[in-house]
């Protein structure tokens, strides 16, 4: 960090006095350009697909200030960046170490170098469909009516394979039908959450962190402080149907939202509906053009 802070304030100091030279490029720094690029690339495209992108977002606004600091001579805050970075550094490898742990482990699997090569046009997560919000509104209100507890987490851009294996894996299309006979009660299935990922519900009986809130009200039990829990280490939503009284809420970026009615719980979906959509139309693009150009090399 220190050799860091240095490198910063030698440049800004020759960037101040316009004592920059123009440096040689050679055909070995070309080549590092694009390898580190592409491995940069791959280690970003990873932690978006976990819980430390939110973080890393969070670490790129602190350098951000600490290279502002370096342009301007903020002495004092750069000392106190020299001595808290090997802190931070230890925490960053305690706080993470399952999704470090899981990085590792992909390194040994056979498929990894295909993945590597593999810029995420092949991965078709897509929004889940107007019919998927309206089973899930139909499940949910026949459950609340006979009081049948249930917890579903609707993933988003964060993928919740951490917690999918705690579970039972189903990989089904989701119907309403299905949601009510999984959290049936004295079924093998009915205990913990399920983990919606599109249109399909991928795993069952699933066990979701216990936020430590202190702002919770005391009337809420374990299924609300898990819904609540899972929302503050993902962009999942999470509905919940409480046994004791069959009401409806929703938990979402650590806030819940309680006694929905069908409009509310369905504009709730319709929400993070619309925030996929962006995303899946260039998809439909992205498999648009390699359609074509395969039907170019047939034509050929």
């Known amino acids: 960090m220190q050799a860091f802070i240095s490198t ?18 050679r055909a070995t720094d070309i080549v590092e350009i694009f390898i580190i690029t592409f491995l940069l690339y791959h280690v970003l495209v990873w932690i978006k697909g976990t819980r430390a992108w939110m973080l890393f977002k969070g670490i790129v606004v602190i350098l951000l200030f600490i290279l502002v600091a370096a342009v301007f001579q903020m002495n004092t805050i750069l000392w106190l960046a020299g001595r808290t970075v090997n802190v931070a550094l230890t925490a960053l490898v305690v706080i993470f170490q399952p999704e470090l742990r899981k990085a590792l482990d992909q390194l040994g699997r056979k498929k990894f170098v295909t993945a590597l090569f593999d810029f995420g046009l092949s991965q078709d997560t897509g929004r889940f469909s107007d ?3 309206n089973e899930l509104v139909k499940a949910v209100f026949e459950m609340g009516k006979v009081k049948t507890g249930a917890l579903i987490v609707v993933e988003q851009d964060i993928v919740l394979t951490e917690y999918e294996r705690t579970g039972i894996e189903l990989d089904s299309l989701l119907t309403s039908q299905l949601l009510i006979n999984i959290f049936e009660k004295n079924t093998p299935l009915h205990d913990g959450a399920i983990i919606v ?3 399909r519900v991928v795993a069952a009986t699933c066990y979701l962190p216990l936020s430590d809130s202190m702002s919770i009200s005391k009337e809420l039990g374990t299924r609300h402080r898990a819904a609540i829990g899972i929302s503050e280490v993902s962009d999942s939503l999470t509905i919940i149907v409480s046994e004791e009284t069959g009401a409806i809420s929703v938990a979402k970026t650590g806030r819940i939202y309680r006694n929905l009615d069908q409009d509310g719980l369905r504009e ?16 439909s693009l992205q498999r648009r053009l390699r359609n074509a150009k395969k039907r170019r090399k047939n034509t050929d």
């Not at 004592?19 to 040689?24: D, E, L, S, Y």
């Not at 319709?270 to 995303?279: H, P």
Request: net charge positive; proline share 2%; hydrophobic share 30%.
């Open 268 to 283: 709730h979906l319709k929400i993070i509906q619309n925030a996929e959509s962006e995303k899946s139309r260039l998809q």
């Open 8 to 25: 910063l304030q030698g440049f800004a100091e020759k960037y101040m006095h316009g004592i920059t030279q123009t440096p040689k490029i």
């Open 197 to 199: 990922r599109g249109d």
């Open 131 to 133: 019919r998927t919000i």
